[in-house]
């Protein structure tokens, strides 16, 4: 894994969908109540295999699957009452679909929430997230970028690297 730090950004390469679920893991050791995490990337990036690393590295019981036709997909740690969301606003036409869904009510010091196609629900994102930009770069291989917003997300960034 190539990895490239500059300021609250950082560019990572994974060349296997297991190496994308790891680095979810490590990433999601790290993850605690409030964090919110945006995962963008056209269909078939890789944003649902960087969840399951994701849920896992934080104590998930279940094993995370496509939210793609529920929208939102509660997991239970394996001790304690926070909880880890997995949303996928895919099939949202916009902000006012997200309201009426009630989603930024996610939005809470016990919970974790991940976000596939953040860029649907922008007004009612929290302004301190990290977000995750995956591209196919071809065959197996992903580009992830990194942006962190505020220091809670900067520092989520570093656990990356610190182990
Ligand atoms: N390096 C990689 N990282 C993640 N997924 C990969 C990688 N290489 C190939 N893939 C494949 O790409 C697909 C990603 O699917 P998924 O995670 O559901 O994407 P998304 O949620 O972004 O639509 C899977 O079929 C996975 O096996
Ligand atoms: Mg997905």
Not at 12 to 38: I, K, M, Q, Y
Not at 53 to 60: D, E, F, N, Q, V
Not at 92 to 110: H, I, Q, R, V, Y
Request: charged share 20%.
């Amino acid at each position: 894994m190539d990895v490239n730090v500059e300021h609250s950004d950082a560019v990572l390469v994974t060349n296997t969908p297991s190496e994308t679920e790891h680095l979810g893991e490590l990433l999601g050791a790290h993850l605690r109540g409030g964090d919110v995490l945006c995962l963008s990337g056209t269909l078939g990036a890789g944003k649902t295999c960087l969840v399951r690393g994701l849920a896992r590295g934080w104590g998930a019981i279940e094993h995370p699957t496509s939210p793609t036709f529920t929208l939102i997909n509660e997991y239970r740690h394996s001790k304690g009452s926070q909880r880890f969301y997995h949303v996928d606003c895919y099939r949202l036409s916009g902000a006012a679909d997200a309201w009426t869904t009630g989603l930024e009510e996610l939005f809470d010091p016990a919970n974790v929430v991940t976000i596939e196609w953040p860029e649907r629900i922008l007004e009612i994102l929290p302004a301190e997230h990290l977000w995750v930009d995956i591209r196919d770069l071809g065959d197996t291989s992903r580009e992830l970028t990194l942006a962190a917003s505020g220091h809670r997300a900067l520092d989520l960034l570093r656990s990356i690297w610190q182990g």
